[in-house]
C-alpha cells in the first residue's frame, strides 16, 4: 500500500467513524447518514483506493469526467454515483449513462429536462432539489430564504413528483462559507425546517433525505439532522482544481 493509498483509507474510516460517533451522541438511529465521498478533480489512483476502502457512495460535480474515470476504475459495481455539481443540458446524456442520484437539481426546468431525457432512456433516477438557504446570488437552487416563497416552493414539489422519470427524495444545500462550521448551523436548520414544512403541506409519501454538509462542518450537519454528507478534501486531500 503507497503512503498516499493509507492516507486515503485513514482519513476515510476516520470520518466515517466521527460521523458513526456524532450520530449516537445526539441519539440518532445508527446508519442513518450516508457519508458521501467527492472526487471531483481527484485522480483515479486516489479513487480506487478510496473503493478498496469500502466506500459506497461517490459525489462528482462534472459528469464528463466522471464518464472518463470510470472505464479506469474496478470493483465499482456496489458504487452509488451522486451528481451534486450544476446540471448543464448538454452534459445530461452522461448522468442517464453513469449516475445513480442527482442531487443538484436547480429548478422546475431542470427537473423537466431530466425527466425527458430520462424517460427516453427508459430509467427512473432518485432527485433531490437544491434549496438556496442564503440568498447569495452566487448560489444555485430554489430561493427559500423568504418563508413567503415557501408555499409556492410545495406546488413545485408538487408538479415534479408527477413527473414519472423522477423519484424525489429530498432537498440539498449549500451553505455560504462561514469563518466556523458554526456558522452553518442557521443555514442546516432553515433547510430541515424547509422540509419538514413540505411535507406538512405535500400529498403523498414524505421526502426523506437532507443533504447537508462538508469537510467543513459535516459533524454539525449531522446533528442538525443530516441524511447525507459530501465530504470531500477531509477524506482525498487537496484536489487540482475547486
Ligand atoms: C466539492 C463539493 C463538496 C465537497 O467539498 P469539500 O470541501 O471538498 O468537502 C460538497 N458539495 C458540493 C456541492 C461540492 O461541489
Known amino acids: ?61 462534472y459528469p464528463e469526467e466522471t464518464a472518463e474515470k470510470l472505464s479506469a476504475l474496478h470493483d465499482i459495481q456496489n458504487i452509488e454515483w451522486h451528481m451534486i455539481g450544476h446540471i448543464q443540458s448538454r452534459k445530461i446524456k452522461y448522468l442517464v ?16 429536462k431530466l425527466n425527458s431525457r430520462f424517460e427516453d432512456a427508459k430509467r427512473k433516477i432518485k432527485i433531490l432539489l437544491e434549496v438556496n438557504v442564503s440568498g447569495e446570488a452566487t448560489k444555485q437552487g430554489f430561493d427559500l430564504v423568504n418563508r413567503k416563497d415557501w408555499g409556492r416552493f410545495v406546488d413545485y414539489v408538487g408538479e415534479i413528483e408527477t413527473l414519472p422519470a423522477l423519484d424525489l427524495v429530498g432537498l440539498m444545500t449549500i451553505p455560504p462559507l462561514g469563518d466556523d462550521a458554526e456558522t452553518s448551523r442557521a443555514y442546516f436548520r432553515l433547510l430541515r425546517e424547509v422540509l419538514e414544512y413540505v411535507n406538512l403541506h405535500k400529498h403523498g409519501r414524505a421526502l ?13 450537519a449531522v446533528e442538525e439532522g443530516a441524511t447525507i454528507v459530501r465530504v470531500g478534501e477531509a477524506i482525498m486531500g487537496a484536489r487540482h482544481y475547486s
Do not use: C
Open 97 to 112: 449513462q453513469h449516475f445513480d442520484v442527482v442531487e443538484s437539481v436547480e429548478s422546475l426546468e431542470t427537473a423537466q
Open 208 to 220: 426523506s433525505e437532507l443533504s447537508m454538509g462538508t469537510s467543513f462542518d459535516y459533524l454539525v
Open 1 to 61: 500500500m503507497s503512503e498516499e493509498t493509507g492516507q486515503i483509507r485513514s482519513n476515510y474510516l476516520t470520518v466515517r467513524d466521527q460521523i458513526d460517533a456524532r450520530v449516537k451522541l445526539v441519539h440518532r438511529e445508527p446508519g442513518s447518514v450516508k457519508l458521501v465521498v467527492v472526487t471531483k478533480g481527484q485522480p483515479v489512483e486516489k479513487m480506487q483506493a478510496l473503493i478498496d476502502s469500502g466506500a459506497r457512495w461517490i459525489g462528482e460535480n
